[in-house]
């Protein structure tokens, strides 16, 4: 580590040379991973090209493994953020992707709705849902969001209906394509698809399987 001079360790005002000697040290000598930086104070400066490796704890905040430093802590004191790497197997929340090129087909969740007499389609669940009705049923769309779309299959138990008027998908319910709330299937599923536009979820019935 080379030697750099204070204005306070010299004792007197420091010359041009000094300054510029202090300058090409400290461009010289590098942070090291593994070494330790004690009581840095920067005030009112603005770093360029700073590169900085290595770091497990600032300001007595400790990170882990595959963690960096981010801006979104309180204050002046930044927080610690996970690195998304191409290849990892990791978790993203509440992020957007705008116009995103997927190679291959999207994984989507399937989700079996618990049978009740007003059971909820929350798309938070799944995009592909499944029911078997237990009874005649009137279903709400409590969580839908303008733009989330699901598939639902409906099981229709031993003839039973549902009324699909529940405020919750809009004014009046679901406004279905053609104008009528689809019939449902005697045997096996009777496939829905919803979605939501605005205010108001819209339906259309693609048909049944057996």
């Given at each position: ?15 041009h040379n000094e300054v ?144 699909w008027t529940d405020s ?42 057996a």
């Open positions: 580590m080379s030697t750099i001079v204070t204005r306070s360790g010299k004792g007197s005002p420091l010359t510029d000697t202090n300058f090409s040290n400290l461009n010289t000598d590098k942070i090291q991973s593994g070494n330790t930086v004690a009581a840095l104070t920067i005030t009112s400066a603005s770093v360029v090209d700073l590169a900085v490796t290595g770091i497990t704890s600032f300001d007595g905040a400790q990170g882990t493994a595959g963690q960096v430093l981010t801006s979104a802590g309180t204050g002046n004191t930044p927080a610690w953020g996970d690195v998304v790497t191409p290849t990892g197997t990791q978790t993203l929340t509440n992020k957007t992707l705008t116009d995103p090129a997927l190679i291959g087909t999207i994984l989507e969740d399937v989700f079996t709705i618990t049978d009740v007499a007003a059971f909820e389609i929350d798309p938070a669940n799944g995009s592909i849902q499944i029911i078997v009705l237990g009874a005649s049923r009137t279903p709400k769309g409590t969580n839908f969001l303008a733009g989330e779309a699901i598939t639902l299959l409906v099981d229709d138990g031993t003839a039973y209906t549902i009324t919750t998908f809009g004014t009046g319910g679901i406004t279905w394509v053609g104008g009528t709330a689809p019939t449902l299937s005697t045997s096996g599923y009777t496939v829905i698809e919803l979605w939501k536009v605005g205010s108001k979820v819209y339906g259309a019935s693609i048909g049944g399987v």
